[in-house]
């Protein structure tokens, strides 16, 4: 499952409890049985988070009479070590897989480390500094450029000559630092799209909206008919950071998007305004209460029929459980708006991929790796435990997707311009808790204030910042 | 003797608190050597204090209320409830213990304990009031900028009114019965036993109560950050430091200016508290 950065919340028994005063309470049988309370809670708790750290892998299985495919011609042998952010179960053990598959084909062994991926992302810079693993999941985007500038990252660019014919020339992009070298492998991507399911679309006799006005349509129909339309979460700050995103691409283009994330666009601009207007008479729409809902609830909102729809990425559909309601969720692109950027196309389709260490440990093991995982059998393997992401490479093999996976693919195709998030576009100081997640909040909870005002407070945020 | 908690202290306190003043002058994003620190004079506090940082002046007062609320409110319920406790009624017992059981828990546990009650769709809260049909509107109690903080000391004081109790307890039992016995037959009422006579006893309790309070108020966290991370009316000064130092934002200097802030807010009662804990030696 891909998952978007988001740190969820790690449950952790801090040692903060407090010791039981036994002279003043005694004999109270209820403290034993307390103490297993926290656990029961983590257990049940929608983002418990188990963090067995190191699983290792086989150890040094026979080298097989395959010839390794080193990247920089030399031929890899030895381990190398990897330090992994996916660590949601189905995700961590499509990555094994993987692993598994390299150590079969090489006889390298890898050490995986996995963290939670909400520390992995908040500790990312500490753990870059110190001692890192050879190869780390990251993603694509400005983030991955800023660690590749700060020199925290390892030149892959001899891997790009093996496994570069793999990959579209926009992917290539999205691995590339801002010297015009390669630091980053990806391996899959998920679009931002509208989600519902088929089987309710049937039975009121929905149809599929392709431009806003038909949206509108729909979602009054939809609350004639006892539904919310769109499910709405934004609990966390990031799940409508995607709202605003598809609104400001529709309306004003793909490359003031890039522009505006870079700080080459100031907020206060008058089309930054009329994304924030357009989203206001959209809201009547969109489930109330989201600030307090996680998008998980949301999702489960749509999935129970109580919402039309639902915008997110398509990890939500990992919420449907179930195999008969996960086939019978299906989604189209946001809706166009008449304006001159229709033809764009514009999503978000986030990349996750990995990238190596600046001083790895045995750079030509890590190389191997990091070639291995740019192939279509690597991303087939992946694939097929974590069937919710599609495939970065063009060539890989699609006849075994899914419904779902099969329109990914179809609308990714059919988008001239993808981007990667609002929080992977842009500086992370700007985009966090404290600067981007904050306004958007603030905005959601109550969209009718001085809108020119509020972008002030964003653009002066943003000249606060430290240049970097 | 002396010397070597002397040095712990220093070297694990005071010098890392100097290396945060120190640091809160200047601009770092914790990426590189020492070499790489940019000294900016007063800019982050100029940042802070103008306005510029949305969620500074939200999360300084949600701290001084938090304060407010565990002094005024959850203090005196903690308190009320060890007076009725120490009467000895039947079954003291169990109450002492149903109420003390929060504070076993670490905030981050209670704060998952209240998202549960306080969820809008699922949540316990709701259910009961019926305020999730789709018809009525859902009382948003942890999305709501203007009501989740309360909803959030709601959880909070919840613990900490069994922790007040469980001290004042223990003041209550040492409490010498013949002083009891004296006031009564001075005719007092149990009112006035208790406010002439009681309490003026159990000062040095209430110095503790009172130390334990401020310090809960300033270091609470754990129950926002597990909550919505403490953002969207749940500022608090210790998540912001939190999301400045440990987050992916790296603006080591700018956090070290709130903590800081922090620090000076802090320093007032541990003062307070020093000055009377060194003033009764030296008596």
């Known amino acids: 499952m891909a998952l978007p950065e988001t740190p969820g919340s790690p449950i952790e028994e801090s040692g903060s409890r407090t010791v039981s005063r036994r002279t003043v309470l005694k004999g109270i049988a209820g403290v034993a049985g307390l103490a297993s309370v926290p656990a029961l809670l983590a257990a049940c708790s929608s983002a418990a988070t188990p963090s067995p750290a190191a699983s290792s892998a086989p150890s040094a299985a026979a080298p097989s009479a395959a010839a390794p495919s080193a990247a920089a011609g030399s031929a890899a042998t030895g381990s190398t070590t990897f330090g992994s952010s996916l660590s949601d179960a189905v995700p961590k053990k499509a990555m094994q897989d993987v692993i598994d598959a390299f150590t079969a084909k090489t006889g390298i062994a890898v050490t995986v480390n996995t963290v939670e991926h909400g520390k992995f992302q908040d500790t990312i810079s500490a753990y870059l500094q110190g001692t890192p693993d050879d190869v780390f999941t990251w993603f694509a985007g400005y983030r991955m450029r800023f660690f590749a500038a700060q020199g925290l990252a390892g030149d892959i660019s001899d891997v790009w000559s093996t496994i570069g014919s793999h990959f579209s020339s926009a992917f290539k992009g999205a691995s590339t630092g801002d010297d015009g ?280 945020f943003y000249d606060s910042l430290p240049a970097q | 003797m002396v010397g070597i908690p002397a040095f712990i202290h220093i070297f694990l306190i005071w010098l890392p608190t100097l290396g945060s003043i120190l640091l809160s002058f200047t601009s770092w994003n914790g990426i590189g050597g020492l070499g790489r620190i940019k000294f900016v004079g007063l800019t982050n506090y100029q940042v802070l204090f103008g306005g510029i940082y949305p969620p500074f002046y939200p999360a300084l007062a949600h701290n001084l209320i938090w304060l407010a609320v565990f002094l005024l409110i959850a203090t005196p319920i903690g308190m009320l409830l060890a007076v009725l406790l120490d009467r000895e009624i039947r079954g003291s017992r169990i109450y002492q213990s149903i109420i003390y059981m929060p504070v076993v828990l670490s905030l981050a546990v209670v704060g998952f304990i209240w998202e549960l009650q306080y969820a809008p769709d699922q949540g316990f809260l709701n259910n009961v009031l019926g305020t999730t049909t789709s018809s009525g509107h859902l009382i948003d109690w942890l999305g709501n900028p203007d009501i989740n903080l309360w909803a959030v000391l709601v959880a909070a004081s919840w613990r900490h009114v069994g922790y007040v109790m469980v001290l004042y307890l223990a003041g209550l039992k040492s409490v010498d019965p013949t002083l009891r016995e004296a006031a009564s037959i001075d005719g007092a009422n149990a009112r006035q036993t208790f406010f002439r006579v009681i309490f003026p006893i159990l000062a040095p309790i209430n110095v503790v109560v009172l130390v334990v309070t401020v310090i809960e108020s300033l270091r609470a966290f754990d129950i926002v950050y597990i909550i919505n991370k403490g953002l969207n009316g749940l500022e608090l000064l210790s998540v912001l430091v939190t999301n400045n130092i440990l987050g992916e934002a790296s603006r080591v200097g700018f956090g070290s200016a709130i903590a800081v802030i922090l620090l000076l807010i802090s320093i007032g009662p541990i003062i307070f508290y020093l000055a009377r804990t060194l003033g009764e030696d030296a008596r």
């Open chain 1, 181 to 460: 070298k390669q630091y980053f492998v990806p391996i899959y991507n998920y679009p931002w799209v509208v989600i519902y399911r088929k089987s309710l679309f049937a039975k009121q006799g929905y149809q599929i909206p392709k431009t806003i006005d038909d949206f509108t349509t729909l979602a009054k129909k939809m609350q004639s008919d006892g539904l919310v339309p769109l499910a709405f979460g934004d609990k966390d700050g990031w799940p409508a950071m995607g709202t605003f995103d598809i609104l400001n691409m529709r309306l004003n283009g793909y490359d003031y998007h890039v522009s505006l994330m870079a700080g080459k666009n100031k907020w206060t601009d008058p089309q930054v305004k009329a994304v924030y207007q357009r989203w206001a008479t959209l809201l009547p729409y969109h489930q109330e209460a989201a600030l307090g809902r996680t998008w998980q609830d949301a999702a489960q909102s749509m999935i129970s029929n109580k919402a039309g729809m639902y915008f997110l990425g398509t990890f939500a559909g990992q919420q449907a459980t179930d195999p008969a309601t996960h086939d019978d969720l299906d989604f189209f692109p946001f809706p166009l708006f008449g304006t001159q950027y229709d033809s764009e196309n514009a999503i978000d389709a986030p990349i996750d991929g990995f990238m190596m260490a600046a001083k790895p440990k045995n750079p030509d093991a890590a190389k191997a790796l990091l070639a291995f995982i740019g192939t279509p059998g690597a991303e087939s393997i992946y694939l097929t435990s974590d069937p919710n992401d599609v495939a970065a490479a063009t060539d890989a093999d699609t006849s075994k997707y899914n419904a779902f996976q099969l329109s990914s693919a179809k609308i990714i195709g059919a988008s001239n311009k993808i981007a990667q998030f609002l929080d992977r576009d842009t500086r992370p100081d700007f985009a966090g808790p404290n600067g981007m997640q904050g306004f958007i909040q603030k905005f959601l909870s109550d969209p009718t204030q001085d809108l020119d005002a509020y972008l002030k407070g964003i653009q002066a």
